[in-house]
């Protein structure tokens, strides 16, 4: 059974550092995704990594994928107010299906 | 280009009754997935539609069901409410040919009293 882990769950930092989530799944995955939830809001997808070694970037934000170790990381790159949400990972296990497993989601806050 | 439609936005039920959602995907977007989120067990799979056809199921009782019409609408019932069936509601749709990412709609909050 897929399992999604994410670390941390909660992260806290100051405006112009950088971070990185990590995201781990126990199986086989065809596709990786990252997405961004703002409070009481719907989800926004991010990011879609389709194969190993796969990195996608946009503005602050730079996703990578390594299947061998079953790892998806999202780097934030000096971070600003604006980035404060929460961001998901989800994996879809090989299914090429709309079935997706999330992990627990990574709650940013990114203090001025 | 419309986003995927959700409808009702909000809406408040009491134990027992029963609620039908509704999802309007993009245009071109064929496959509807449904998702349930809540703060104690996270983003849930519900069940995905293709073609008027149930495709997968996740782990919910019999009570959760859903349908999908040839123009690729679909609606989930949920009968005999629970309190523990509030939640957000969020419909996911996407193209079946490409990379499969799935867009969501915003969402129908439903409060069980």
């Known amino acids: 059974e897929l399992k999604v882990e994410q670390n941390p769950l909660f992260l806290s930092m100051q405006e112009g550092k950088n971070y990185t989530i990590y995201c781990n799944y126990s199986?086989?995955?065809?596709?990786l995704y990252w997405y961004r939830q703002d409070p009481g809001k719907s989800l926004e997808s991010l990011f879609v990594l389709l194969s190993n070694g796969a990195v996608k970037q946009e503005g602050r934000l730079m996703a990578s994928l390594d299947t061998k170790a079953r790892l998806s990381t999202l780097h934030i790159t000096a971070a600003v107010h604006d980035l404060s949400a929460t961001y998901f990972c989800?994996?879809?296990?090989?299914?090429?299906?709309?079935?997706?497993?999330f992990g627990q989601g990574t709650t940013l806050q990114v203090k001025p | 280009k419309a986003g995927v439609t959700q409808t009702p936005r909000y809406l408040i039920k009491t134990r027992g009754q029963q609620v039908t959602l509704s999802c309007s995907p993009i245009s071109g977007h064929r496959s509807v997935s449904w998702y349930q989120q809540t703060p104690g067990q996270g983003l849930q799979f519900l069940f995905e539609?293709?073609?008027?056809?149930?495709?997968n199921k996740g782990n919910f009782p019999g009570r959760f069901s859903g349908r999908q019409f040839s123009n690729s609408r679909s609606e989930m019932n949920v009968s005999t409410l629970e309190l523990g069936d509030s939640a957000l509601y969020l419909c996911?749709?996407?193209?079946?040919?490409?990379?499969?990412?799935?867009?969501f709609g915003e969402g129908s909050r439903l409060t069980v009293l």
């Open positions: 199986t086989t995955s065809d596709r």
């Open positions: 996911a749709t996407r193209r079946v040919w490409n990379t499969g990412e799935l867009f």
């Open positions: 539609y293709f073609s008027e056809t149930q495709r």
């Open positions: 989800a994996a879809d296990g090989s299914s090429n299906t709309g079935k997706l497993i």
